[in-house]
């Protein structure tokens, strides 16, 4: 079975078919090192705090193997930090054979198979009471946890053959599709989850009940079903606090969607099972609902890094343009379900915009939530900081770090696709590709320094002549996108696939071109917390300016229109980033001693050039606390004239 974190081979209605990560080779290059290094030091720290926080031995604790009580954790869901890390050691282990890991994965699955009830039921937090099951659907996170026990199963499946867990999580879904049905229990999970698992699991084993049972919590949803009974008021205060139904995203039918609202990650994790649910039975309202929601967010919702979600209180979706910098929420959760749902949505039809989305939230807001070394995380992502905040080694709700771990070892399987018409490229990075089109084995490399340069060059070898396109995602932040073949140079347009169809021989040189001007970008004017401010994005890369780097205080820096940027490539700096230096002007606070407003028509404070520097916003927060922020006023309004004085 190829290793794809979802494999729409047989899925009747999807466009595109992914190259499965075992027939992708990241060869150096930015990635390198990410899906590497980094990713293995991830897995490794990850696994000394699932045991250090007690994780592992409620799985032992349930099964008899200790008598000594786990801690008493925060968190029902504690059991799903477990199967996103061995989904990640799932997709580690099938580009990297090695023992020391595949041992402690067998030891970790022995413990969660023995704590399996006889019935199939795997929930620790429950185990032996069976009283308590299904009672509290809105917020017990029974369903959640079972979703990602199928994901992990499966990955472990497809990459290294295990069984035992695979069988344990068949053997709970089974129960799931028993107990939810039109016959039985009429109630959806609080986290959406399951849905995307169980269509995941039907594609595995061919089995219908499961995508059945999908489709039954994503019809029953928008029912309102999760308001927790009158007399018990904590919940109920709960749900209230949250935001109610819309919160759960159980306020209207799916179908009917138009506006993204509710708890981010279980708002974008529904959306990828209802796009897989579309892929499998080519319902084209269930695709119009998600075109509907996608819009919504990318026009209105989604900050300039591809994070999602702007409020604290609920890690929710805010109102249309309420995106706040410092007190941005942007869950690293909600943009790895963003560039989840992106992923399923670029299968379903074949677009480059959900490509572009997917590469803005990786390389900025997703990156961000891990430290360069592997071993601390951001839970939120905010775009601005008056210092005292950095990542942290593990969180007492601790869905992040597994969470990327498991994204950045399957990434290599979301660089091409295939389709009848031929091989597509996704994402940009220094790798080797091999690939069956028409039963012609076909190997595509790619060599770039991206994302610090904007070429590309790209070798097709075919074992005998064929015919057949190259798609080429023409990136929607380039302005002036070339492509030359044999010494002819296309110009393509941004944010589509250019395609190349040819009979092609040997080995062929594909050279792309994807000038990387240094771009200032503004927000809509609803945006207020922007007004007046701009952004600087370099390729797919949105910058910052930290503290650290320079003299004064970036909160005071502004910018004038026709600034000139001095790009340079440090390879000393941050495992090796591309920096922006440039002349400022910077506001004298002094001035405003014992003030905190001032008249407008008074005469400006004394402001001075300087020169300051800005990084990479994923990469900020590596070098201890620091002051940062990504959005930096325009001078214009700091040049307006004292008033002139009477003459009397």
């Given at each position: 079975m190829p290793v794809n974190v979802v494999n729409v081979s047989r899925s009747p209605h999807a466009c595109l078919r992914p190259v499965p990560i075992d027939n992708v080779d990241i060869v150096g290059g930015f990635w390198g090192r990410w899906v590497g290094e980094t990713a293995r030091e991830a897995i490794w720290h990850q696994y000394r705090m699932l045991e250090e926080s007690d994780r592992l031995k409620r799985f032992r604790w349930a099964a008899g193997r200790t008598s000594e009580r786990p801690l008493r954790s925060l968190f029902v869901f504690d059991d799903s930090d477990v199967y996103k890390w061995l989904e990640a050691c799932g997709y580690y282990l099938a580009k990297r054979k090695?023992?020391?890991?595949?041992?402690?994965?067998?030891?970790?699955?022995?413990?969660?198979?023995?704590?399996?009830?006889?019935?199939?039921?795997?929930?620790?937090?429950?185990?032996?009471?069976?009283?308590?099951?299904?009672?509290?659907?809105?917020?017990?996170?029974?369903?959640?946890?079972?979703?990602?026990?199928?994901?992990?199963?499966?990955?472990?499946?497809?990459?290294?053959?295990?069984?035992?867990?695979?069988?344990?999580?068949?053997?709970?879904?089974?129960?799931?599709?028993?107990?939810?049905?039109?016959?039985?229990?009429?109630?959806?999970?609080?986290?959406?989850?399951?849905?995307?698992?169980?269509?995941?699991?039907?594609?595995?084993?061919?089995?219908?009940?499961?995508?059945?049972?999908?489709?039954?919590?994503?019809?029953?949803?928008?029912?309102d079903s999760l308001r927790p009974p009158p007399e018990d008021r904590l919940s109920n205060a709960l749900y209230r606090i949250f935001g109610g139904a819309s919160y759960f995203v159980d306020h209207a039918p799916v179908r009917e969607l138009s506006e993204i609202v509710g708890h981010a990650v279980r708002a974008l994790y529904l959306n990828c099972g209802v796009t897989d649910l579309y892929m499998e039975t080519g319902e084209r309202s269930?695709?119009?609902?998600?075109?509907?929601?996608?819009?919504?967010?990318?026009?209105?919702?989604?900050?300039?890094?591809?994070?999602?979600?702007?409020?604290?209180?609920?890690?929710?979706?805010?109102?249309?343009?309420e995106l706040p910098n410092e007190r941005a929420y942007a869950e690293t959760c909600a943009s790895i379900a963003s560039f989840m749902w992106n992923w399923r949505m670029l299968l379903a039809m074949g677009e480059a915009r959900f490509a572009d989305i997917m590469e803005l939230a990786l390389?900025?807001?997703?990156?961000?939530?891990?430290?360069?070394?592997?071993?601390?995380?951001?839970?939120?992502?905010?775009?601005?900081?008056?210092?005292?905040?950095?990542?942290?080694?593990?969180?007492?709700?601790?869905?992040?770090?597994?969470?990327?771990?498991?994204?950045?070892?399957?990434?290599?399987?979301?660089?091409?696709?295939?389709?009848?018409?031929?091989?597509?490229?996704?994402?940009?990075?220094?790798?080797?590709?091999?690939?069956?089109?028409?039963?012609?084995?076909?190997?595509?490399?790619?060599e770039t320094d991206y994302p610090w340069r904007g070429e590309v060059k790209m070798t097709v070898e075919?074992?005998?002549?064929?015919?057949?396109?190259?798609?080429?995602?023409?990136?929607?932040?380039?302005?002036?996108?070339?492509?030359?073949?044999?010494?002819r140079v296309y110009r393509p347009r941004p944010s589509t696939y250019f395609e190349l169809r040819r009979k092609w021989r040997g080995r062929t040189t594909v050279k792309a071109s994807f000038p990387m001007?240094?771009?200032?970008?503004?927000?809509?004017?609803?945006?207020?917390?922007?007004?007046?401010?701009?952004?600087?994005?370099?390729?797919?890369?949105?910058?910052?300016?930290?503290?650290?780097?320079?003299?004064?205080?970036?909160?005071?820096?502004?910018?004038?229109?026709?600034?000139?940027?001095?790009?340079?490539?440090?390879?000393?700096?941050?495992?090796?980033?591309?920096?922006?230096?440039?002349?400022?002007?910077?506001?004298?606070s002094a001035g405003w001693s014992g003030r905190l407003y001032r008249s407008v028509e008074a005469p400006m404070l004394g402001r001075r050039k300087t020169r300051v520097n800005a990084i990479p916003y994923y990469a900020w927060a590596n070098r201890g606390d620091s002051v940062m922020t990504v959005w930096l006023p325009l001078i214009d309004y700091w040049k307006r004239a004292p008033p002139k004085k009477s003459g009397r």
């Open positions: 090695e023992d020391e890991l595949k041992g402690v994965v067998e030891s970790v699955i022995d413990d969660i198979v023995a704590a399996q009830e006889e019935d199939g039921y795997l929930f620790t937090e429950h185990h032996g009471a069976p009283e308590r099951r299904w009672q509290n659907l809105t917020f017990d996170h029974e369903l959640y946890c079972a979703g990602h026990l199928i994901q992990g199963a499966i990955a472990l499946h497809r990459s290294v053959g295990e069984e035992k867990l695979f069988w344990a999580a068949v053997k709970f879904a089974n129960l799931i599709a028993e107990t939810f049905n039109p016959d039985g229990i009429r109630g959806v999970c609080g986290h959406p989850e399951i849905e995307m698992a169980l269509i995941e699991l039907y594609r595995e084993t061919g089995e219908k009940r499961y995508l059945e049972t999908a489709e039954f919590f994503i019809n029953e949803r928008g029912r269930l695709l119009d609902a998600m075109e509907r929601l996608w819009r919504n967010f990318v026009e209105r919702k989604m900050y300039i890094t591809g994070a999602a979600g702007s409020r604290y209180v609920s890690e929710a979706f805010g109102d249309d343009y390389y900025n807001s997703i990156l961000s939530g891990i430290s360069l070394d592997g071993t601390r995380y951001f839970y939120m992502n905010p775009l601005a900081s008056s210092g005292g905040y950095s990542r942290s080694p593990w969180f007492p709700c601790a869905c992040c770090p597994p969470n990327i771990a498991r994204l950045l070892t399957s990434l290599p399987g979301y660089f091409y696709s295939t389709s009848e018409r031929g091989l597509w490229v996704h994402l940009y990075g220094s790798s080797k590709a091999t690939v069956n089109l028409d039963g012609v084995g076909v190997v595509f490399r790619q075919c074992e005998e002549p064929a015919t057949f396109s190259l798609l080429l995602r023409v990136p929607g932040w380039c302005d002036e996108p070339r492509v030359n073949v044999d010494g001007k240094v771009r200032k970008i503004a927000s809509h004017p609803y945006v207020r917390n922007n007004v007046g401010h701009v952004a600087l994005a370099r390729g797919p890369t949105v910058y910052c300016l930290e503290s650290v780097d320079n003299r004064v205080d970036p909160r005071l820096v502004a910018l004038e229109r026709g600034t000139v940027f001095r790009e340079r490539f440090r390879r000393e700096l941050l495992g090796g980033v591309a920096t922006l230096s440039f002349d400022a002007w910077v506001a004298d």
